[in-house]
């Protein structure tokens, strides 16, 4: 795992928003032997590359998005002679601007004891800050690709439609249907049955009673259970955004069938897929 997105935003940060001058005061992405210049001319806010830590809280699951905790190490150099405990102060609220950047993912920082570095001639002030995030494994970072750090714990993944479910989706798989009663109102009332969702499939039966019934006055079949599909109509359900409704006909003809899912005060048994 590399933290190279995250400390290029930072540096990008303390650069244009935080430090005045960078004539003198800077934050560069790294700091060696290789590019410090010597004696110094002004201060360094130097990020310490390759000496990061990163610990998964799960080694268990290697394959899933998980929590990572993750430190980063910085320094801050400045030329003999200033005074240790305004460069300290200094180093605080560039690390408080970060913190507050990061609120969402940073835990905090700390900040050391001053000291002289006898390599650069220089005063030297370590700093550490500490993030924690969900990483995704599946996420792989190209050196000559610079990402935003937001895609780099788990965005990215989690929003690829062909690996992960949204939300409906989830729903779907943990309840796929919900199930309830309704009591009918009679032929001039219909009901509503409201519901956290638009129902694909609706499933409804009379209660302690027989899906079908000779209404021997009439001569004429009463036909109380119903299955009722997005797409598909039904002479007494309508599928609607947020429930369904069921209807009663209003007169009962003679010698037929009849859709009787609404007869006053009859209970009715229903199963909302989603």
């Known amino acids: 795992m590399t933290t190279a997105n995250l400390v290029r935003e930072i540096v990008t940060l303390i650069n244009e928003d935080v430090l005045e001058d960078t004539d003198t005061v800077e934050a560069v992405l790294s700091f060696d032997d290789r590019t410090v210049p010597q004696p110094l001319t002004k201060i360094y806010f130097a990020f310490l590359i390759g000496q990061d830590h990163v610990s998964l809280l799960d080694d268990a699951t290697q394959n899933a998005c998980q929590l990572t905790q993750l430190k980063i190490s910085m320094n801050c150099y400045a030329p003999p002679g200033e005074n240790a405990i305004e460069i300290a102060a200094y180093a605080e609220e560039v690390l408080s601007k970060v913190n507050e950047t990061y609120s969402g993912i940073m835990q905090g920082y700390e900040i050391g004891t001053a000291a002289l570095d006898d390599y650069l001639k220089a005063l030297k002030v370590p700093c550490t800050m500490f993030f924690r995030f ?10 000559s690709v610079i990402l935003p750090f937001a895609d780099f714990f788990c965005k990215t993944h989690v929003l690829d439609a062909s690996l992960h479910l949204n939300v409906a ?12 009663t309704y009591v009918g109102l009679g032929a001039y009332n219909p009901v509503t049955v409201p519901l956290a969702f638009a129902p694909q499939l609706v499933l409804i039966a009379p209660q302690n009673a027989a899906f079908t019934e000779l209404d021997a006055v009439h001569n004429t079949l009463l036909c109380r259970a119903a299955v009722a599909a997005s797409g598909v109509s039904d002479s007494a359900v309508t599928l609607q955004s947020a429930g369904f409704q069921v209807t009663q006909p209003e007169t009962i003809p003679y010698d037929g069938a009849v859709r009787s899912l609404n007869e006053a005060n009859r209970t009715y048994l229903y199963v909302a897929f989603r």
């Open 134 to 143: 969900e990483q995704c494994p599946a996420f792989q970072i190209s050196e």
């Open 169 to 180: 989706e989830r729903q779907k798989l943990n309840q796929p249907f919900v199930a309830g």
